[in-house]
């Protein structure tokens, strides 16, 4: 019979089969196991800059009670996310000043104190009567 492979020939064929088969499903699961960690990171750093939102916005709820002698005092002034500057993962750096006759200009700017870069800045504009 012509065009028939011998029984020992195919069963070494399934064999390599399998081994390709196994070689791609590996590779297909370790593609799928490095992007959930980039999910895990990327989501650790989502709730990091939340924090770090909600640190700016209690720093302006607190700067927004404050008399405009009380204000000017502050400027040049560090706020902390702790009580220790050493364990703070966040600063506001505040700046108050003039902008004109009868308006006074805050600046907030909040500080990744792990990069020392700048997350986020706010201006905010208050009469002074």
Known sequence: MLGRIP?????????????????????LL??????MGE???SSEASKR??????????????????????LLAMNGQRVFSSDSWNDAKFRVEITCFYSSVQLLQ???RLVDQTTSGAVATVHTLKAVL
């Open 39 to 41: 999910n895990v990171e």
């Open 106 to 108: 805050l600046e907030l």
């Open 49 to 70: 800059l939340v924090r770090g939102a909600v640190f700016l916005e209690s720093v302006q709820e607190d700067m927004a009670s404050l008399t405009t002698d009380e």
């Open 30 to 35: 370790l593609a799928s196991a490095a992007a």
């Open 7 to 27: 029984k020992a020939a195919r069963a070494g064929l399934t064999i390599i089969e399998l081994v390709i088969a196994s070689g791609i499903i590996a590779v």
